[in-house]
């Protein structure tokens, strides 16, 4: 089982629409969780940080994480085509190196 | 500010022949992270270097080698490259003691082995 498990997609939805990504994860010692946003031929870059269990928002981002179910979430809310990218998830348990989920590529159609 | 600047952006090599990636760090950030990205494996953690140590070693054959420069600066080399080492390679950087996990990547150096 991969420490980190996340539905690679594609996933395709209309402008407006609200959009829920996902990852699990097997290693109780997380601490910090991340989302990270991939646009083609770019590097990721930080989108949600969350320490610990709770829900963090952020304009029309949402990151959720349940630590209890080892699962975390990351919503879109009012979804726009600029929104179109791969999501990382991303985790540690602290000065150990990320691991990222494999991505989720999310297409949002005008 | 300057982001990270990772050179070569685009490179092609041959199976047996070696390469070097080049990584300049955010201007202030003393860690640096490599992180291989394939479409089957997704994002592979390297290595980390801080103030030219190695902190952290991900899990790759003695073929893929770094170090880090007492300006923060950053090298990757990959020896007797294989079909395999096909990847976008990429570079992080972070203000070591801030938010834990926080990285700042550049977009990456593209190698292709023919």
């Known amino acids: 089982q991969k420490e980190v498990e996340q539905d690679p997609g594609p996933l395709s939805v209309p402008e407006g629409a609200i959009v829920s990504l996902n990852c699990t994860y097997s290693n109780s010692a997380f601490q910090y969780f991340m989302w990270y946003r991939q646009y083609s031929r770019k590097g990721p870059e930080l989108l949600m940080y969350?320490?610990?269990?709770g829900n963090k928002e952020d304009g029309r981002f949402t990151a959720q994480v349940d630590k209890s179910s080892k699962y975390i979430s990351l919503f879109i809310r009012d979804s726009q085509p600029s929104d179109s990218a791969t999501y990382l998830c991303?985790?540690?348990?602290?000065?150990?190196?990320?691991?990222f989920g494999k991505g989720t590529r999310l297409s949002v159609i005008a | 500010k300057a982001g990270v600047t990772q050179t070569p952006r685009y490179l092609i090599k041959t199976r047996g022949q070696q390469v070097t990636l080049s990584c300049s760090p955010i201007?202030?950030?003393?860690?640096v992270s490599w992180y291989q990205q394939t479409p089957g494996q997704g994002l592979q953690f390297l290595f980390e270097y801080f103030s030219e140590t190695q902190r952290n070693k991900g899990n790759f054959p003695g073929r893929f080698s770094g170090r880090q420069f007492s300006n923060s600066r950053s090298e990757m080399n990959v020896s007797t490259l294989e079909l395999g080492d096909s990847a976008l390679y990429l570079c992080?950087?972070?203000?070591?003691?801030?938010?834990?996990?926080?990285?700042?990547f550049g977009e990456g150096s593209r190698l292709t082995v023919l």
């Open positions: 992080a950087s972070s203000p070591f003691g801030e938010r834990i996990g926080e990285l700042f």
């Open positions: 991303a985790m540690n348990s602290g000065n150990t190196p990320l691991v």
């Open positions: 969350t320490y610990s269990s």
């Open positions: 201007s202030g950030h003393r860690s």
